[in-house]
Antibody
Framework: EVQLVQSGGGLVQPGDSLRLSCVAS????????MSWVRQAPGKGLEWVAN????????KYLESVKGRFTISRDNAKNSIFLHLDSLRADDTGVYYC???????????????WGQGTLVTVSS | DIVMTQSPDSLAVSLGERATINCKSS????????????LGWYQQKPGQPPKLLIY???TREFGVPERFSGSGSGTDFTLTISGLQAEDVAVYYC?????????FGGGTKVEIK
């Protein structure tokens, strides 16, 4: 079965750091651009970052540039999102998602992780 | 940045009736070289991740019931649920993947009347 299983997240204070993980099964992660999308409580979906199949390209939402880092370990079929300098408005459920497997990041997301909650509060 | 605007915010439809959701992009998402609209539709039920229903504006994802259909081109798109079922109660989002930042509409909540 094709799936993404997430871990990480939790309650942290403003300024803290956190690492989110996403492990793929049922397919080879190395063939796909991957994405992180977040959803604030009761709100809509917001794209956060993309990473190329080999990790050589990374793209970020402007408001997280310099604070969040997307990475991947294809040998472990995993991607990660490292969140630094967290702020209250970073609170939400974070999803990893698979983009199209044809070498482009300009694709819809056909496989999603279950989501992991990040709460930033003092 | 491309802004996606959905309407209505919510709608209530009787079982078996048609639900229509609109999505408008602030600029065209039609890529002229391949004539594809870079537009997808997702369904999200409470406590669950989004599920891809439609991509390229009108191509149904594998396993998605035929009652879900997408149409439109350029800047104006529609998701139609023909014959609403109880399990279709959810929030629906459109998304453009024409350029970065990828962006979603605000969502449309579909309920049973």
């Amino acid at each position: 079965e094709v799936q993404l299983v997430q871990s990480g997240g939790g309650l942290v204070q403003p300024g803290d750091s956190l690492r989110l993980s996403c492990v793929a099964s049922g397919f080879s992660l190395s063939n796909y651009w991957m994405s992180w999308v977040r959803q604030a409580p009761g709100k809509g979906l917001e794209w956060v970052a993309n990473i190329k199949e080999d990790g050589s390209e990374k793209k970020y939402l402007e408001s997280v540039k310099g604070r969040f880092t997307i990475s991947r370990d294809n040998a472990k079929n995993s991607i990660f999102l490292h969140l630094d300098s967290l702020r209250a408005d970073d609170t939400g459920v974070y999803y990893c998602a698979r983009l199209g497997g044809d070498g482009s990041q300009y694709r819809s997301s056909d496989v999603w992780g279950q989501g992991t909650l990040v709460t930033v509060s003092s | 940045d491309i802004v996606m605007t959905q309407s209505p915010d919510s709608l209530a439809v009787s079982l078996g009736e048609r639900a229509t959701i609109n999505c408008k992009s602030s600029q065209s998402v039609l890529y002229n070289s391949n004539k594809k609209n870079y537009l997808g539709w997702y369904q999200q039920k409470p406590g669950q991740p989004p599920k891809l229903l439609i991509y390229w504006a009108s191509t149904r994802e594998f396993g998605v019931p035929e009652r879900f259909s997408g149409s439109g081109s350029g800047t104006d798109f529609t998701l139609t649920i023909s014959g609403l079922q109880a399990e279709d109660v959810a929030v629906y989002y459109c998304q453009q993947y024409y350029n970065l930042p990828l962006s979603f509409g605000g969502g449309t909540k579909v309920e049973i009347k």
